[in-house]
């Protein structure tokens, strides 16, 4: 199942958050497969602009930060530099549309791998 969490600053965020869960979950998707509409989980955390810090300094304008928990086995696969680049442009574009292009320079999206195993759903282990 696709996980993303998206920090944004909160008053960027507000009245942005129905848009930006189906926006990513388009982006995820369009790489995927509709079978994977019904499991992408988008979790939006606003912050305030004094508990984000950009070089050592709160936070007045910062772009979204995307960190997206993907199946470690899916690096493994022979097209996986395409599904990385697919996933990262796909969800760069979704967080573009909704909040602009002036955020586009500044979106970082983190892939974080999953081994098998290594999830737990309902407190029981998710095997492959």
Do not use: C, Q
């Amino acid at each position: 199942m696709p996980h993303l969490n998206v920090h944004a600053l909160e008053g960027d965020l507000a009245g942005r958050e129905t848009a930006l869960i189906e926006k990513l979950t388009d982006a995820v998707v369009a790489v995927y497969g509709e079978w994977a509409r019904g499991l992408a989980d988008v979790r939006l955390i606003g912050l305030p602009p004094h508990r984000w810090g950009i070089g050592g300094k709160p936070a007045h304008e910062a772009a979204p930060s995307v960190t997206f928990g993907i199946k470690e086995a899916a690096f493994h696969r022979p097209d996986a530099d395409e599904i990385v680049a697919r996933l990262v442009s796909g969800v760069t574009d979704a967080v573009v549309e909704v909040f602009g292009e002036r955020v586009r320079a500044g979106v970082t999206v983190e892939l974080v791998a999953s081994p098998a195993g290594r999830t737990g759903i309902g407190g029981v282990v998710v095997t492959p």
